[in-house]
C-alpha cells in the first residue's frame, strides 16, 4: 500500500509519458502547445457560443482547472459557469485527469467516485497519462468524434497538447492554486508558460479549428 501511494505521488510529479511526448514536441510538433483559447478560468468562456457553434460536449482537467491541485472538490468561484456548463450540455461534460480516474494512480476508481459525487460530472477512467494516448476513451464515452468536444485545461504540454493532437478545441486555462503544487510543477510550468509565449511570438498558432474558426467569439470579458 505504501508503494503504491509513494508511486501515485511521484507520479503527479513526474510525468514520464509527458516527457517523452514533450521531447517529440520539441522536436517537430511545437505548435501543439499553444492553445486555440486562453481565459484566466472557465468563468470567461462562453458556453452558450461554444453550443451555437456546433460542440457537443466539455472534457476537463481536474488539478487547477476546475478545482485546487489535489483537490477532490469544486473551485467554489467556478459554480456558476459550471451549472451553466451543465445546463447546455447536460451530460455530455466529463473530467480527464492525469490523477483522478487514471487507473496506475486510481485503480479502484475510488479518487473519480468521491470527485464525481463532488461536482455532479462523470470522470472518465483512463490508462495513459496526457499529452500521450489517443482520444479513444473520450469518443467512446461521448459517441462522437473529438472535433466536436472541447478540452480545457491548465497545462501546455500536458492537456493542451494533448487536446490538439487529437483534435479538440482547446482552452488554457490559468492555475487556480499554486498553495499545494510542488516546487517542480511550478517549475515546469513556468518553462511551459515561456516556451508557449516564445513560440507564440515567432508565429506558430495551432491548427485551425473548422467549428470556431474566430477563436474569440467564444471569451467574455466578464465572468459568470
Known sequence: MWWKELKAALGQRINVEGIASSLEIFRKDKHLIIPHVSVPDIRY???????????????????????????????????????????????????FSNSAGLYEYDPDGKSAM???????????????????GTAEEIEQHFGCESSKLIMVGDRPLTDIAYGNRNGFLTILTEPLSLAEES????????????????????????????????????????PL
Open 114 to 132: 468521491i470527485l464525481e459525487r463532488a461536482i455532479g460530472i462523470k470522470v472518465i477512467r483512463h490508462k495513459v497519462k496526457k499529452p500521450a
Open 45 to 95: 468562456i462562453d458556453w452558450g457560443e461554444l453550443k451555437r457553434r456546433g460542440f457537443q460536449g466539455v472534457v476537463f482537467d481536474k488539478d487547477n482547472t476546475i478545482t485546487a491541485a489535489y483537490s477532490l472538490s469544486l473551485w467554489p468561484p467556478l459554480e456558476s459557469s459550471l451549472q451553466h456548463c451543465k445546463a447546455l450540455f447536460g451530460n455530455n461534460i466529463a473530467v
Open 183 to 222: 516546487f517542480i510543477v511550478q517549475q515546469v510550468r513556468v518553462i511551459e508558460r515561456a516556451l508557449m509565449k516564445h513560440w507564440s511570438t515567432k508565429g506558430l498558432k495551432p491548427i485551425t479549428h473548422e467549428l470556431l474558426p474566430d477563436y474569440m467569439l467564444c471569451v467574455k470579458d466578464k
